[in-house]
């Protein structure tokens, strides 16, 4: 059980995650666009953010820029989604400051485990 | 000639002498006429005027025409100071001697333009050679490699002067096109493969004896298919995780079956990912040329697979775009653990927003690429760029993929003499041999490798080419062996492993004699390595502490040092106790010892393992 905040535009994958996390039995809350994103997880101080890349505004990146820029917000992990898989989008997310980083497609298994990394 | 004439002068003087003696033997007899008194006078008188005329002839003509003769011979111009005895003489011989040095010295100038316009022309000849896009191999009579460019060493690994042609491509398609060539085609296209399995395409042309072989790299240039791959990702992205989470009213068989499916989905679009990231360009750009117009530390002398146009203008945006921010951006290269290298952008002061960078790469950076982005450019390479930051400082990271196998990107590599240097044999001026030198973590079965170098001879000459590399040992490397060789923990670091590192030193010493100093040892060590990497050295082995033995006996001194130093060769302090260092020794060690060993009568490979034998007691033999 913990405190998750979606950071997703897309309403289709919004509304799987939701739907998984809550028979999961995570307490959790969506945003759909990257404005306003950094000042939400300062409010709510969440366990864990599903931080998409490609967000109207500002972007998954800029919000884990802006995350790690702040020391106070040390203890909130971020799991990156990003449709663009590729190694290189990877090592750019846990560069910027990303915990964990997860291609779509991805399985509920991935995901799972990913989290529970994150969260243990 | 001045014998002849002091013999002359002589002959008159004993004549006067003669006179003047029988005068005074009639004076002594009693005589006293006037007769005899004229002729003892006249005999003194003419002793003297003959020594004072010989002297004179002997000073002003004959030393003097003696001198002119020495420089018309020698082509001095003779001193006319000297020469005024000898009327016109003198000056005509002068004017005879400026000309012919005129002469001298126009021709001199004139081989020297020459000599200077070949070198320019062989200068731009191998420029061109060696920017040619596609690889060139030229082959002798029999079969063996005399010349290539950078491209073909790029194409084919193991590619290096004297190897036969025959055994770098799988041989069917050769022959075949090598018959083509014989029923009087001029040139033929063939297609054929790598001994590696890289297929590739290419023209054979017969040329004087031998063959030049033109090579295309043989992947097809295919259009990206971005559009389909962003469509199967938005599909895919909402379809699995949905199904996923869907069960109960769906039969189970159905439910595995849409799971199945939409998991091939997932698959599919990694594999097209995974092809599409790995799709850097086939061009190679030297780093001087990415770096160009840049301010940039130390460059060292890499090559990238990279566009030079598009990336040097991207990294000039960025660069322009830091210093309307106020930075100084300095660009240097750095390890990379999985891209080999990165670029980096490095900077005092505040880092970069992301969205702000992501908004720079929406530009068109290339003038001659007007439609493709920053971004764009990035994708083409299979790269990306972030900010980092450490402490004040602050930068910006691309990494991107070194060029294989060229490390200045420049060059042919050739040696048109080899054709003519008759078939190889076992002699020892005639073997292909490579010599090379390890470091290691320490002296014992249990060390590894830290460093190879290697140098390839044909024929008693070095070719020029060279092999070098650091090597990952997997282990700490102890500070007694740092001590000696320099080498630590941080700078293999990134280096290859064994297996990578062993497997491209086979391609450089495949078909060649293997020369080591103390080569046992170093033989140890890629024998040992077999198990684990599964490359194979079966090479014939020479070790030159053996050939010092046979040349200077047993009871010698055979260090690398004193051996060197009994050959007259000067091994740099810096350069002693390095892999390259040391073979650089070793190889012209060797090449010195092959006549000092042929004057005992040794000048084939045979030989050298038959006398062996005298030495086994003391000296192990490397050969298997």
């Known amino acids: 059980m913990a405190d998750i ?41 969440p366990d864990l ?72 | 000639m001045r014998r002849r004439i002091l013999m002359l002068f002589l002959a008159a003087l004993v004549a006067a002498l003669v006179l003047a003696g029988l005068a005074l033997w009639r004076v002594v007899q009693g005589g006293q006429d006037a007769v005899i008194q004229a002729a003892m006078i006249a005999g003194l008188g003419l002793l003297g005027l003959m020594t004072a005329l010989w002297f004179l002839f002997d ?37 005879a001697a400026l000309a012919r040095e005129r002469s001298d010295q126009a021709l001199a100038q004139a081989l020297q333009d020459h000599a200077a316009e070949t070198l320019r022309e062989k200068a731009s000849l191998e420029a061109i050679l060696a920017d040619f896009g596609a690889g060139a191999v030229m082959a002798d ?79 097809v240039q295919r259009p990206a298919p971005r559009d389909m791959l962003e469509a199967l990702r938005r599909h895919a992205s909402t379809l699995v995780p949905m199904l996923d989470a869907l069960d109960g009213p769906i039969p189970p068989a159905l439910a595995q079956a849409i799971r199945a499916e939409g998991q091939g989905l997932a698959n599919a679009t990694r594999s097209l990912s995974r092809i599409m990231a790995s799709d850097a360009p086939g061009t190679v750009a030297a780093l001087t040329e990415l770096a160009a117009g840049l301010e940039a ?18 990294l000039l945006l960025l660069d322009a775009r830091l210093r309307a921010l106020g930075h100084t951006p300095v660009l240097s290269v750095r390890p990379d653990p999985d891209d080999q290298m990165r ?34 450019i990035l994708a083409r390479h299979g790269t990306g760029i972030w900010p980092e930051t450490d402490g004040a400082r602050a930068r910006l990271v691309m990494p991107l993929a070194l060029a294989q196998g060229v490390a200045d ?20 001026a005639d073997l292909t041999c490579v010599v090379f030198d390890t470091e290691t ?134 350069a002693r106790h390095t892999a390259m260092g040391d073979t650089i020794a070793t190889a012209q060690a060797y090449l010195a010892l092959i006549p000092a060993l042929e004057a005992k009568g040794i000048t084939r490979f045979e030989e050298v393992v038959a006398k062996a034998r005298d030495h086994r007691a003391l000296i192990a033999d490397a050969n298997r």
């Open chain 2, 441 to 574: 973590t320490g002296l014992t079965d249990r060390d590894r490798i830290v460093q190879i170098a290697g140098l390839r001879l044909a024929r008693g000459r070095l070719t020029g080419e060279r092999f070098e590399t650091l090597v990952n040992p997997g282990c700490p490397i102890p500070p007694a062996s740092t001590a000696i060789h320099h080498i630590t923990d941080a700078m293999v670091a990134d280096a290859p492993d064994l297996t990578a590192a062993l497997t491209a030193f086979r391609h450089f010493c495949d078909d060649s004699v293997l020369i080591a100093h103390n080569a046992p040892f170093d033989m140890g060590f890629l024998r040992r390595a077999e198990a684990q990497t599964g490359t194979r050295f079966d090479n014939r082995v020479l070790d030159t502490v053996l050939l010092s033995a046979m040349v200077w006996g047993q009871s010698e001194v055979h260090t690398l040092d004193a051996l060197t130093e009994r050959l007259g060769i000067a091994i740099p302090p810096e």
């Open chain 2, 59 to 95: 000073r002003h003509l004959a030393r003097p025409l003696e001198s002119l003769a020495g420089a018309l011979r020698t082509g001095r111009v003779p001193d006319l100071a000297q020469a005024r005895h000898l009327a016109d003489l003198g000056p005509a011989a002068r004017d």
């Open chain 2, 141 to 219: 009579a029999r079969g063996r490699v005399v010349f290539y460019n950078a491209s073909a060493a790029r194409l084919l690994p193991g590619l290096a002067l004297d190897r036969a042609l025959d055994t770098l491509l799988t041989s069917g398609a050769l022959r075949a096109a090598q018959m083509r060539l014989s029923a009087g085609a001029a040139a033929t296209d063939l297609t054929c493969l790598t001994v590696g399995g890289v297929r590739l395409s290419g023209r054979l042309r017969a040329i004087d004896d031998g063959l030049l072989l033109i090579l295309r790299d043989g992947a």
């Open chain 2, 343 to 376: 670029l980096v952008l490095d900077w005092r002061g505040s880092p970069v927003p992301i969205d702000l960078l992501e908004g720079w790469l929406t530009a068109a950076p290339d003038p001659g690429q007007p439609d493709v982005t920053g971004a764009e």
């Open chain 1, 5 to 45: 905040l979606v950071i997703e535009d897309e309403d289709n994958i919004a509304t799987a995650l939701d739907f998984l996390l809550t028979r999961d039995g995570h307490r959790h809350d969506r945003i759909a666009t990257g404005r306003g994103a950094v000042d939400r997880i300062r409010q709510t101080r």
């Open chain 2, 409 to 428: 990107g420049s060059g042919v590599t050739y040696d048109f003499a080899l054709a003519t240097r008759g078939a190889a044999s076992s002699r020892l």
């Open chain 1, 49 to 120: 953010v599903l931080l998409d890349v490609m967000l109207p505004e500002v972007s998954g990146y800029q919000i884990v820029q802006d995350v790690r820029a702040d020391p106070d917000l040390a203890g909130v992990r971020v799991l990156m989604m990003t449709a663009r898989g590729s190694v290189v989008e990877r090592r750019k997310g846990l560069a910027l400051g990303a915990d964990g980083f997860i291609a779509k497609p991805f399985e509920l298994a991935e995901l799972r485990a990913e989290m529970a990394r994150l969260l243990s």
């Open chain 2, 297 to 314: 530390a130390d460059l060292p002398p890499l090559a990238f697979r990279a566009e030079a146009a598009s990336l040097n203008a991207l």
